[in-house]
């Protein structure tokens, strides 16, 4: 599947019925499995054969899933997870551990930032945090001798900022260590980050993939390109035995396509347990299958409404990258030349209390802490999202607290200006 094009993949990758049997991706809705001998279940806890014993690791249905998106990114091996931020942090914990540093842009979704600046604190992990715009001898600079990943986002959720991905991938490999992105609003229909040198991508499936905000979920793809063994001394979690499974080295068993995920799968699903069920993974295939003709709707209308706020004289300012006079645009049209997302952020003039009576007056959008699905909604992310980051943290974060995330869903473009421009009526 993967020298198909993504239209096919949303379509078809992952799963392939063999003759007379379910032409859709069966719902394996099991916590265990049944072999005929013990030394058959020992070779798959050994790692030596393929198969399930307990779904709490792995399952067929999440199997089917992950091989989908796996394929729509080109990486060589995925995994699904109960959500986007178990994705981030098993795709960083994967990495680092106590003692150790990672790198990160400023510009990413609040929790993912509390996440870094808070909870993988706690467990020894510090974090430096780098402006999206920042120099390449200022990205330099944040490394350290126990640097172990750098992460940013496709395009920051909720700032929109873009990230330069050749420039923080050739930072990362001078220094040798893998660049993780979060490629949440982009989605491989928009941006596959493999191919700027990403070697870790995530999702909050939860958004775009799934489409219509039915089942929460995240999903890691390892892109097969980062050589952990020439990196041995920074990884010993992948170039070491692992005594906790058997003695197994990742690396060396599994080689660069498969010792990631495998250790993620091996260690870290098997500690944690941030299980995706099947039912969930069953539904998120049902989005796949839509998601290019949906990105192009969500991008249409992102675009159609952007215009609008900007000519728009109670709008002080609108973020998104497909606007020409934006920031980001000239690197949107590298990265994303088929249009960013559905997602705009903008800042009304009065700030805080005008944002909230703009938001009281939509009848079309709902105000909601979700973003990315058929439906438009939007917030304020200071009160919601981001509502843990102090006004500095926001500022640095790209979030001030007027602004306005709206999430242009599939409804009529029109319909959406029309209820956008009532609603601005409302502001003083």
Known sequence: MKNFR??????????????????????????????ATSEDMGKLFDLEANG????????????????????????????????????????????????DHIVSSSSIYGGTFNL????????????????????????????????KAVFGETIANPALTVLDIEMFARAAHAHGVPLVV????????????MEWGADIVTHSTTKYMDGHGVAVGGAIVDSGNFDWMAHAEKFPGLCTPDESYHGITYAEKFGREGAFITKATAQLMRDFGCTPSPQSAFYLNLGLESLHVRMERHCENGQAVAEFLANHPK????????????????????????????????????????AERFMKALKLAAIETHVADARTCCLNPATSTHRQMNDEQLKAAGVPAGLVRMSCGLESKYDLIDDIAQALEAVE
């Open 52 to 99: 399930y014993f307990y779904s709490r690791l792995q399952n067929p249905t999440c199997d089917y899933v992950a091989a989908k998106i796996t394929a729509l990114e080109g990486g060589t091996a995925g995994m699904l997870t109960s959500s986007g931020q178990a994705a981030n942090f098993f795709a960083l914990f994967n990495l680092a551990s106590c003692g």
């Open 315 to 354: 709008v002080e300012c609108v973020h998104y990258c497909g606007l020409s006079g934006d920031p980001y645009h000239e690197r949107a049209k590298k990265y994303l030349p088929k249009g960013s997302c559905g997602v705009v952020s903008f800042e009304l003039k009065g700030g805080r209390s005008a």
């Open 6 to 35: 993504p239209e096919t993949i949303c379509v078809q990758g992952g799963y392939t019925p063999g003759n007379g049997e379910p032409r859709q991706i069966p719902i394996v809705q099991s916590t265990t499995f049944k072999y």
């Open 182 to 193: 979060d490629n949440t609003f982009a989605t491989p229909v928009g941006c596959r980050p």
């Open 116 to 147: 870094l600046d808070v909870t993988m604190r706690k467990m020894g992990i510090e974090v430096t945090f780098v402006s999206p715009d920042c120099t390449e001898e200022d990205l330099n600079a944040a490394f350290r001798p126990n640097t």
